[in-house]
Nanobody, 125 residues
């Protein structure tokens, strides 16, 4: 079955950096657009970044543009989120997700129901 396992979260001071990883299994990873989302306490889940199946095209929310970078390595079935210049408002549980359909374009909003457990990112001094 589909599995998504996020890691790399932690406690970091404002201005610091973290690199999140999401390792996938149970499907043909290189055929799917992937994304990172986050959910802060008391708020809904927010799309942060997405990347096409071949990694050539990327898209970011305005709140992280210029600070976060999404990438992927199809050889090891992993998608990454490099987070720089972190702010307290970036505090959230971060999840990766797979597009529901293979071949979906960059701007898909239809994600599969196979969410991982997430990884906590806390930005605080």
């Amino acid at each position: 079955q589909v599995q998504l396992v996020e890691s790399g979260g932690g406690l970091v001071q404002p201005g610091g950096s973290l690199r999140l990883s999401c390792t996938a299994s149970g499907f043909i990873f290189k055929s799917y657009t992937m994304s990172w989302h986050r959910q802060a306490p008391g708020k809904g889940r927010e799309l942060v970044a997405r990347i096409t199946d071949n990694g050539f095209r990327k898209d970011y929310s305005d709140s992280v543009k210029g600070r976060f970078t999404i990438s992927r390595n199809n050889g090891v079935n992993t998608v990454y989120l490099q987070m720089n210049s972190l702010k307290p408002e970036d505090t959230a549980v971060y999840y990766c997700a797979r597009a529901r359909s293979n071949g979906a374009g960059l701007y898909t909003t239809d994600w599969s129901d196979d969410w991982g457990q997430g990884t906590q990112v806390t930005v605080s001094s």
